[in-house]
């Protein structure tokens, strides 16, 4: 879509070219959202693309994923023998309301920042425990835990001009078992429930990560695989009918069943 409101597109070397901020700017990645839809609000496009971040970068501590990283390349990585729980970026993926042409375009980062319900790059990163680092306009880089950054539908802790540089996942995270479980109300639809449980090879540290049916990602974490009574009765205390994203994806009470559901298959498997 052409965007008639916008006057000037900057593309920065450094960030350092880009003073302040004000009403009208616009951060641009893949553009798969914004060119999407008019724009009436924006005058300026900043792109991303010119800072050059390398995509992705396997460290000591584990992986760490660029805010411009394009999916297709995420899809594409392969990492060491031990991650196995990376097959869970495929699964994610294909989970997305998007051809995988979009892919191509679009980014980690802008799907994280889009911070719908069904974002399914927020699902990933959540599940293993990722941890975002935030560049304010002014001021110092600061890390929010991927559980936390979400806040409701299309809502986000980002201030206004501040950009998400990068995801980390730490190794012992990659190192988990894993189940993924997605549901839509027709084959390539949105996802209703995306549910991802992970517990580590011997058991432990078991997390539920519940997301696409709520608002918002909800995560249970335990010691242990939970028994099936400690799950249903924690979900239950958390999320009341009213905490499910009620939408043309599916009502209220088809989410919170789909979350029973796929939360005890989870949780059998990874017993």
Same mark, same amino acid.
């Given at each position: 879509m052409n965007l008639g409101t916008i006057s000037e597109?900057?593309?920065p070397r450094t960030l350092d070219q880009i003073d302040g901020w004000r009403d009208g700017y616009a951060w641009l990645a893949?553009?798969?959202?914004?060119?999407?839809?008019?724009q009436v609000d924006r005058?300026?496009?900043?792109?991303?693309?010119?800072?050059?971040?390398?995509?992705?970068?396997?460290?000591?501590?584990?992986?760490?994923?660029?805010? @411009?990283?394009?999916i297709a390349e995420l899809d594409d990585l392969t990492g060491p023998q031990e991650w196995s729980a990376l097959p869970l970026k495929g699964d994610c993926a294909r989970s997305l309301l998007a051809s995988?042409?979009?892919?191509?375009?679009?980014?980690?980062?802008?799907?994280?920042?889009? *911070?719908?319900?069904?974002?399914?790059?927020?699902?990933?990163?959540?599940?293993? /425990?990722?941890?975002? @680092?935030?560049?304010?306009? /002014?001021?110092?880089?600061?890390?929010?835990?991927?559980?936390?950054?979400? =806040?409701?539908?299309?809502?986000n802790v980002l201030a206004p001009g501040e950009l998400l540089r990068s995801i980390t996942i730490p190794n012992a995270a990659l190192a988990k078992r894993y189940v993924f479980r997605q549901q839509s109300l027709v084959k390539?639809?949105? *996802?209703?429930?995306?549910?991802?449980? =992970?517990c580590g090879q011997d058991g432990s540290d078991f997390r539920l990560t519940v997301t696409a049916a709520t608002p918002r990602p909800i995560q249970f974490v335990y010691d242990t695989v939970p028994t099936h009574a400690e799950l249903r009765g924690d979900i239950t205390r958390r999320l009341s009918e009213e905490d499910y994203f009620?939408?043309?994806?599916?009502?209220?009470?088809?989410?919170?069943?789909?979350?029973?559901?796929? *939360?005890?298959?989870?949780?059998m498997e990874l017993s």
């Open positions: 597109v900057l593309r893949g553009g798969t959202w914004l060119f999407s839809e008019p005058d300026t496009l900043i792109d991303l693309d010119g800072l050059c971040w390398p995509a992705l970068t396997v460290t000591e501590a584990g992986l760490e994923i660029a805010a @411009t990283c394009r995988f042409k979009i892919w191509n375009a679009a980014t980690v980062g802008g799907n994280i920042c889009m *911070s719908l319900p069904a974002g399914a790059m927020i699902s990933l990163t959540t599940a293993l /425990e990722g941890v975002y @680092t935030l560049w304010p306009r /002014e001021g110092e880089p600061r890390e929010v835990a991927a559980v936390d950054f979400v =806040t409701g539908d299309h809502a390539h639809g949105r *996802s209703a429930a995306l549910i991802i449980g =992970t009620h939408d043309v994806n599916g009502s209220a009470r088809y989410k919170q069943h789909l979350t029973y559901y796929f *939360s005890e298959q989870i949780r």
